[in-house]
């Protein structure tokens, strides 16, 4: 496992880069190595998802690898409504609660992840029929969940992924039985529970021109009706060798001339093949070998696309540091992306910065790289 951070070690890395990056593929673990959070201190924090074990600290290469590299934490799952509202009287709050001490002990604020979302809902609250219950089940889970961590989180993803890919609203449950206002009655209910805590909208392909306008149209509409909204989420769910750039920076430049904040918040690039593009978690595609080509490890041409791609992305969010304040990644390391089982499940991928043994890999460094050169 990596030893303790040294800060002044930033230069010496991304002087090294591709160089260092191919004697990284073969160390042991020893090697003393530059640490994200501080590399970047005086631009954006730099945030990760945590799944229960790390959470625990029952992950070890985690639990060394975490505090050195991320300043941010957002839970990939205990948070959402099936795991801490299970039934109607009933919350579950166990390792959320652990999620806040654990952001203590190592001075990691922590983005809660996520009031209202389609997606993993308690089997109770979709058997709703009434109108006016499922409204009380709405009013009271954003107020039971935020009112507790209110002043224990730093932010919160309060809506989720509301939106279809041409910008229009989704027909969820939420919009079937509270119409298009839920949005902003969710952030009027947040704000009122957690005064005193950032409030965000969270979407993925909204950099995308279509579901980008629909996001800035409810944006505006959140604002018009004189309730609080602090920023927006681009979830950068994207693919080796076809990041989107210029429609990055354009809904960076937009988003921000809203007058809210600006992050990316579940970052991960694939190199798998898929047929789709977003991350709409209830699309599934047919397992076949040709769609796991990557078992025995990743290609040097890929891995090498894969970190020139995390150079470009850091490359531009440093152009816009005025604008950003947080990139989050989503997952520590590789073994742990979500993408290892969606939308195929079993399949080997490597879309993070660290590898499975939690060593760093080219694109580390090319990150590091991108602050030595700028």
């Known amino acids: 496992m990596m030893k303790r951070i040294i800060p002044g070690a930033a230069m010496l890395y991304g002087s090294l880069l591709l160089a260092g990056c191919a004697a990284s593929q073969k160390n042991t673990g020893s090697e003393q190595l530059p640490s994200l959070k501080e590399v970047f201190s005086k631009d954006f924090a730099i945030g990760t998802a945590l799944n229960a074990a790390q959470i625990e600290e029952k992950d070890p290469g985690a ?36 999620l806040i001490e654990y952001g203590k002990k190592h001075d990691i604020k922590i983005n ?139 809904s960076i430049l937009q988003y921000a001339a809203l007058g809210v904040k600006v992050m990316f918040t579940e970052l991960d690039i694939e190199v798998l093949p898929r047929n789709f593009q977003g991350a709409e978690v209830s699309q599934r595609m047919q397992n076949t070998p040709a769609m796991n080509p990557y078992t025995n490890g990743l290609p040097d041409s890929v891995q090498q696309q894969l970190a020139d791609d995390y150079e470009a992305l850091f490359k531009l969010f440093l152009k816009h540091k005025d604008k950003i304040t947080r990139v989050t990644f989503w997952g520590v390391d590789d073994g742990q992306s979500w993408l290892n089982g969606w939308p195929i499940r079993g399949r080997t991928n490597y879309p993070l910065l660290f590898d499975r043994q939690f060593k760093p890999k080219p694109a580390f460094f090319k990150v590091i790289g991108t602050k030595t050169k700028s």
């Open 63 to 98: 639990a060394k690898l975490v505090p050195q590299q991320f300043n941010m934490a957002t839970p990939e799952n205990i948070m959402k409504a099936e795991v801490i509202h299970p039934r109607w009287n009933e919350y579950n709050f166990t390792l959320a609660d652990k």
């Open 112 to 250: 809660g992840h996520t009031l209202i979302w389609h997606s993993q809902l308690p089997a109770f609250a979709r058997q709703i029929q009434s109108v006016d219950s499922f409204r009380l089940f709405f009013t009271n889970h954003i107020n039971t969940v935020a009112g507790r961590y209110s002043g224990k989180v730093f932010s919160w993803d309060v809506v989720n992924e509301a939106l279809n890919e041409d910008g229009s609203m989704r027909k969820s449950i939420f919009l079937s039985k509270l119409g298009d206002g839920f949005v902003t009655e969710a952030f009027r209910l947040a704000q009122t529970a957690s005064p005193n805590t950032e409030l965000y909208y969270n979407d993925y392909n909204n950099e995308q021109p279509a579901k980008r306008a629909g996001c800035i149209a409810l944006i505006k509409k959140v604002q018009a009706a004189g309730v609080r909204i602090d920023g927006v989420g681009i979830q950068g769910h994207w693919h080796v060798g076809k990041v989107p750039l210029k429609d990055i920076e354009e």
